[in-house]
């Protein structure tokens, strides 16, 4: 188990990197505990760029808070692949000015960071400390964005998550349903599995982190497996029975090579939760419950 440590003492001010428009930012800001305040770490109400250091150091000094969460990213898979540079100064450079300006005023840090960190998988879940090897830039920005937020903050928690959707922001599942909605068939690929991951369920396993000032490697999804062809299919079941399609739809099962992508993706990235739900005693749903959840928020 890779989870080093957890305290109590609950951080109570909690400053949040990121933006309303990200997916993790909005479900933390709805989701902070009774007792919390959170901030977003925002200069005259625009979002602080993480990269810039004097800004982040400034800011953070004026909050004065006692924990620090980074739910900002570059997430753009394919993007990084065309623009590798403007991927790592946010996942890389930015990752690690966060981090040393929480560790300057001794506040508990968390991290977010993905499965992309793994290579192809070999059909078993990856632990936490199971050898890392990404397979594109974004995967490997995130990498070293973890090793540079353990340099600048070693006691910080390092949160891995994969497949994240929610009610707001872009999302696979946002995209089903608008497409669902407009063509009789879709291709999905039914040969990458992973676990699809609510990002409400992602902010509630950060507040319990947080709360326990947790140190270490944790990993942090929804419950289960799926393909993306088994995931769109379990969207048009739940759509249809919410009134959120209305109409039949064939959804067809691809092959990766036929919907070939600038990035290339692993084909089994589940992670193994054993350790994460041992050292924050908490379970997650099975992925199909949150994403019925998730759906009813759009009806
Ligand atoms: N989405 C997934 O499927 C997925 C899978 C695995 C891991 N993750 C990880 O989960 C975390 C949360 O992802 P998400 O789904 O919430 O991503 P998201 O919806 O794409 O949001 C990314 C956020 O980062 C902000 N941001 C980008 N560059 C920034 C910068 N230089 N300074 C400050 N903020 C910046 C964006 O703000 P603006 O929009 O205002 O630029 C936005 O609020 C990330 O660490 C991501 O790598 C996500």
Known sequence: MSADSVESSAPTRIVIAGSERGQLFHELM????????????????????????????????ELEPDAVINAAAWTGVD????????????????????????????????HVSTDFVFGPGNGSPFATDAATAPMGIY????????????DACPQAAIVRTAWVYSSHGNNFVKTMLRLMNERDEIGVIADQIGSPTWANS????????????????????????????????????????????????????LSTAEYPTPAARPNYSVMDLVSTRAALNIDPSHWRADLRAMLGELV
């Open 79 to 110: 993007a990084a692949e065309s623009e590798p540079e403007a991927a790592r100064r946010v996942n890389v450079e930015g990752a690690a000015q966060l981090a040393a300006g929480a560790e300057a005023i001794g506040a508990w840090f968390a």
């Open 139 to 150: 995967g490997r920005t995130k990498l070293d964005g973890e090793i540079a937020v353990r």
């Open 202 to 253: 992602l902010a509630r396993a950060l507040w319990t982190a947080c709360s326990q000032r947790a140190s270490g490697v944790f990993h942090w999804t929804g419950a289960g497996a799926a393909s993306w062809y088994d995931f769109a299919v379990a969207v048009l079941e739940e759509g249809q029975s919410l009134g959120l399609v209305s109409r039949d739809v064939v959804v067809k099962p």
């Open 30 to 61: 709805r989701t902070v505990p009774q007792g919390v305040e959170a901030m977003p770490l925002s200069d005259v109400g625009e979002r602080v760029d993480i990269a810039d250091k004097t800004s982040v150091n400034r800011v953070l000094q």
